[in-house]
């Protein structure tokens, strides 16, 4: 099963870090374009427009992959395309209402009133995109997904990077705007990967019903509740240091940036997973989950890591040659607590791709709700009492939470035999 997953992650991560490289580069030219204070204000609304971004789609394409791989195993084409159609439908519905909470969320913030409403149009195309991309992995076209990909984070770069070549500087505003031409470039791509295996289902004209609509939404309330948990547990974070100070809100994001590059093939093993999963119960197949030898393995390059990051050399200089504001000096410090959770975190995905994959998206959406309140309740005294230190390290004891909760919940489903099938259990931990 690993191996399959190990496949498919890695054509997945292909993508991701390809992406992920050109999101960072567009981090580091927004950094040394907009002040501490404008930056600061940007991640602020990133942080928004995420959180945004997946009440607009629901998670839909968790939904998508899950019931295309489970019908196509099956045979049942037609089912499956009807399922793509009216997820397509809901998130071009929520994602315009989502529109609007966006620009009330940052409303009581001095943001450019036409280019915050432009940046939060752009949840419309993202979150089609994000449906495109749970049917191509309902299809198991990994390497499809990975262009998709590699594409929407080298839009962001190339729009911005252009600019810089016509302009001088450019505003926040400007930045804001961009966002969307980037959005409409990634929706164009992903579009014209659906239209190249739609012969597989030869679709007719898909009548709208309403138990469909249902049945995608029973399953993906539960996958959206994780997520809007998982970015709530950041976008929490950013409100709180909002209204204390812009310096922190500024380089805690510029940590979350740099914690994000060593954990940036999560959302490929998970995403992998689920497809793959739920077509293993479907075919009665074998599903074996992580373990402690897994769990030492990954301490120990996270301790390697810790290590490296604390005695990295010159790394004041480093960061000032990237970000170019003294600021963000000593931010490493920040990223190197934050590690500590790293190994946690490898698990934690690995078993909610497994736990959503067989049909449970509730057990990891009660973990992903305990995680939210239990960085709610830390963050503040932590901070108060560490600065922003104790903010990170709130974050850490929220992943301990999350992952033994995660954890508990697999192996529940393990010997409660939901699954119909031979259920290989790896070593516990």
Same mark, same amino acid.
């Given at each position: 099963?690993? @191996? ?9 991560? *292909?993508?991701?870090?390809? !992406? ?10 927004? $950094? ?23 009440? *607009? /789609? ?27 159609? /009216? ?46 991309? =749970? ?13 998709? &990909?590699?594409? %929407? ?17 450019? %505003?926040?505003?400007?930045?804001? @705007? ?5 959005? $409409? ?31 995608? +939404? ?17 976008? !929490? ?7 204390? *100070? ?19 093939? +999560? =959302? ?21 989950? #992580? =373990? ?12 390697? #890591? $810790? ?36 190994? #946690? ?17 509730? *057990? ?37 939470? &999350? ?9 529940? #489903?393990?010997? &409660? ?13």
């Amino acid at each position: 099963m690993w @191996k399959e997953a190990f496949k498919n992650s890695t054509v997945l991560l *292909s993508g991701v870090l390809v !992406s992920r490289f050109f999101v960072f580069m567009f981090n580091i030219l927004i $950094i040394r374009e907009l002040s501490v204070s404008d930056y600061g204000l940007f991640a602020f609304a990133l942080a928004v427009f995420n959180w945004v971004l997946i009440f *607009s /789609h629901l998670d839909l394409y968790a939904a998508v992959s899950r019931f295309v791989s489970k019908y196509r195993a099956l045979g049942d084409f037609e089912k499956a395309w009807a399922c793509y159609a /009216h997820a397509a439908v809901m998130a071009l519905v929520f994602s315009l209402l989502g529109v609007v909470v966006g620009c009330l969320i940052t409303s009581m913030y001095s943001y450019p009133t036409w280019g915050i409403t432009i940046f939060m149009a752009s949840i419309i195309p993202f979150a089609l995109v994000t449906v495109n991309d =749970g049917f191509l992995k309902g299809l198991e076209k990994f390497n499809y997904t990975a262009i998709v &990909e590699s594409f %929407s984070g080298f839009f962001k770069f190339a729009v911005l990077a252009v600019s810089l070549l016509i302009v001088d500087t450019v %505003s926040l505003g400007y930045v804001m @705007k961009l966002y969307l031409l980037a959005s $409409i470039f990634t929706l164009t791509v992903s579009l014209i990967f659906v239209y190249r295996v739609r012969y597989i289902f030869a679709p007719k004209f898909i009548a709208f019903k309403f138990v469909i609509v249902k049945k995608m +939404f029973s399953y993906s309330k539960w996958v959206c509740t994780t997520d809007l948990a998982n970015t709530g547990l950041i976008l !929490s974070g950013n409100l709180f240091l909002s209204y204390f *100070s812009l310096e922190d809100l500024a380089r805690f994001n510029v940590v979350i940036l740099i914690y994000s590059i060593f954990q940036i093939g +999560f =959302g490929a093993i998970t995403t992998a997973l689920i497809p793959q999963v739920s077509r293993r119960a479907a075919n009665n197949e074998s599903i074996r989950p #992580l =373990g402690a030898r897994e769990l030492g393995f990954m301490s120990l390059f996270a301790v390697v #890591l $810790i290590i490296f990051l604390i005695g990295f050399p010159y790394q004041e200089d480093l960061l000032y040659f990237l970000f170019n504001k003294s600021e963000y000096q000593g931010v490493l410090v920040y990223v190197a607590i934050l590690m500590i959770a790293f190994p #946690l975190r490898f698990i934690t995905v690995t078993s909610k791709g497994i736990l959503q994959g067989c049909g449970r998206p509730r *057990s990891s959406a009660i973990a992903a709700v305990v995680t939210f309140i239990v960085n709610l309740s830390l963050f503040l005294p932590f901070y108060f009492l560490w600065g922003l230190s104790g903010a990170v390290a709130s974050m850490v004891c929220a992943y301990l939470v &999350e992952y033994l909760i995660t954890r508990r919940a697999v192996h529940n #489903l393990f010997n &409660e035999n939901v699954v119909q099938s031979t259920m290989v259990q790896g070593t516990e931990d």
